[in-house]
């Protein structure tokens, strides 16, 4: 099961088979797709996993493990890349809530978000070469965008799983929190984005030209939010 809160700007995706750790089928693929539609004009948007254990632990390999041909992996390899590529394209910031572990193709999943919070306890690796496979999702490209080749290499080619502390320091996560304070965390920083114009700014930090950046902040400036937000630090500063 896939859900799908939206909440004054915010869309939160959970995906909740706790039977499964939260392994991505290929009806898990239908629901994301049927999710993210449904998030379509949220400022903001999060995805995570329900419960403690695993945001996403990869692949549903009970089911995937029917698919015996090339075509078939590669269709199922193109399509759940395809929303990987969704949620890095999504219009407004986009955050991974690592409220558990996130292996394989959830390490991949996690990767898809620009932006990637996690409890303090948990665990990530792109752990695909203990199935003697590698990453599918786009995850591969995006890690060495987020660490640097040499490590990327070293991550995904020996699978190594490291723990949040660490993630951290080698820029794959970008906030630990400790778990007593985790959902309140991250949903107070997913607010935040929401509330404020970071889609402009993610626009802008993704190529935008001179005059497209420039029109950006001239549309802001006249905006009523801007004005009030000014009038506010008029007032407190007199």
């Known amino acids: 099961m896939v859900d799908l809160e939206l909440d004054a700007g915010l869309a939160v995706i959970t995906i909740d088979r706790p039977h ?31 419960g403690d254990r695993a945001f996403v632990s990869g692949g549903d390999l009970k089911e995937l493990s029917a698919l015996r041909t090339e075509l078939d992996a590669s269709q199922m390899a193109f399509r759940m890349r395809t929303i990987c590529d969704r949620i890095a394209g999504f ?21 898809s978000a620009d932006i990637r919070v996690a409890a303090d306890d ?48 080698i820029g794959l996560v970008d906030r630990v929190i400790p778990r ?31 005059t497209e950046a420039v029109a950006a902040f001239a549309r802001l400036w006249v905006s009523d939010e801007h004005w009030a937000a000014a009038d506010k630090v008029m007032k407190r500063d007199k």
Do not use: C
């Open 122 to 169: 948990i665990k990530i690796g792109f752990n695909q070469v203990a199935l003697e496979i590698m990453p599918a999702w786009g995850g591969a490209e995006r890690l060495v965008a987020l660490v640097g080749y040499s490590k990327a290499l070293l991550l995904a080619g020996t699978g190594s799983i490291i723990v949040a502390e660490e993630a951290e320091r």
């Open 180 to 210: 007593a304070s985790f959902d309140s965390g991250w949903r107070d920083l997913a607010r935040a984005l929401a509330n404020r114009p970071a889609g402009e700014i993610k626009r802008v930090m993704n190529g935008a030209t001179t």
């Open 91 to 111: 219009g407004g910031p986009t955050i991974a809530a690592l409220n558990g572990h996130a292996l394989g193709g959830g390490a991949e999943f996690a990767v």
């Open 20 to 50: 499964a750790r939260n392994a991505i089928s290929l009806e898990t693929m239908d629901q994301l797709e049927k999710a993210l539609d449904g998030a379509d004009g949220a400022r903001a948007l999060v995805i995570t996993g329900a």
